[in-house]
Each structure stands twice: as C-alpha cells, then as structure tokens.
C-alpha cells in the first residue's frame, strides 16, 4: 500500500487592479454579462466570459428552469457559445463572476463539477491549457492555470 498526495497550484489576486487591462477587461465582461443572468430561482447570478486564441470573446449567464435540473450554468453556456461559433477554435480563458440577489458573495465562486468536466473536454481536445478565473461579487479573484488544477483525476477520452 502506498499513500499519495495531489497538490494544485492557483493564483490569488486581491483585486481586479492587479490583473492585466485585457484580463481585467474580460472580468469586467464576466461581471456586466452577469446581470443578464435568468436566475429567479435561485437569484445566484452568474457570468462568464472566453477569450478564444483569435481574440474572439464570447460570453454566457446561467440558464434556470421551473424544472430545476433543467437549467445550465453561466460557464457552459458561454463555452457552448464559444464553441458553436468557432468549432475548430482554442479556449485561451475563462473568467466567472457571480452575485446573488440574497446575500453579498464575498469569497470566490469556483465552477461546478459538471462546468469542470465540459472545461476538461476542450483543454483535452485543443492540447493547450484554458486559465480558469473566479470570483464573487467582492473580495479574491482565484486564477488557476489548468482544468488539471481543479479537477484533478479527471476522467478524459484517454480512457475511452
Ligand atoms: N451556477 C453557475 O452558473 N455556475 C457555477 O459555477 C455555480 C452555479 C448557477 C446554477 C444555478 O442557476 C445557480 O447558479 C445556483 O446554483
């Protein structure tokens, strides 16, 4: 028997001040597309915004559903947008705000397992790694450099 330990790397930033002007220019896209958000179930607003490898941006808010599991979440819809777009195109980023219209979001909102998955899909197809960037509606801004740092053990096509 053997004990093993994962550990992942991420990058904190204290505010949007620190990102570059084009990095702060997508989360200030994640941020305004956020508020277009179709969220009156939960009133968890999310927004995100991709940045594709020929500068194209895309953006998506999360989807809600009167049958709850039916609606979708900000990251994939602006990933599918991106995608249906530009079906040879590469992911460079993704950045993700979110609020609520219950409570003040102060820490940093780190996509679901399912957005995880779907960001995996892409990195594994493009063979090129997609920065991933959270937020809330205050506080840390989180960037991790690879799918492979928040999803770690990934299940991929390799195992198909
Ligand atoms: N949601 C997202 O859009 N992205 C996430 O990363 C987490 C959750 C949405 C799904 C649902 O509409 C609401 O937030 C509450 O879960």
Redesign the pocket.
């Given at each position: 028997m053997h004990q093993h330990n994962i550990s992942t790397n991420f990058t904190v930033f204290e505010s949007s001040d620190e990102l570059s002007v084009i990095d702060k220019e997508l989360l200030e896209k994640a941020i305004a597309v956020r508020e277009t958000?179709y969220?009156p179930?939960?009133g968890?607003?999310?927004g995100?915004s991709v940045l594709m490898q020929n500068s194209d941006v895309f953006t998506g808010?999360?989807?809600?559903n009167a049958a709850y599991p039916s609606?979708?979440?900000?990251?994939?819809?602006a990933i599918w947008n991106a995608m249906s777009s530009l079906p040879d195109g590469k992911i460079k980023k993704i950045f993700?705000s979110?609020r609520s219209t219950k409570n003040l979001v102060d820490r940093p909102?780190?996509?679901?397992g399912s957005?995880r998955q779907a960001i995996a899909e892409y990195e594994t197809k493009q063979l090129e790694n997609i920065e991933i960037y959270?937020t809330g509606e205050i506080g840390n801004i989180i960037k991790a450099n690879s799918i492979k740092d928040l999803l770690p053990w990934m299940f991929d096509n390799s195992m198909l």
């Open positions: 958000a969220a179930y939960s968890f607003k999310v995100a808010t999360n989807q809600e609606g979708i979440c900000a990251e994939r819809v993700i979110a909102v780190a996509p679901c957005c959270f």
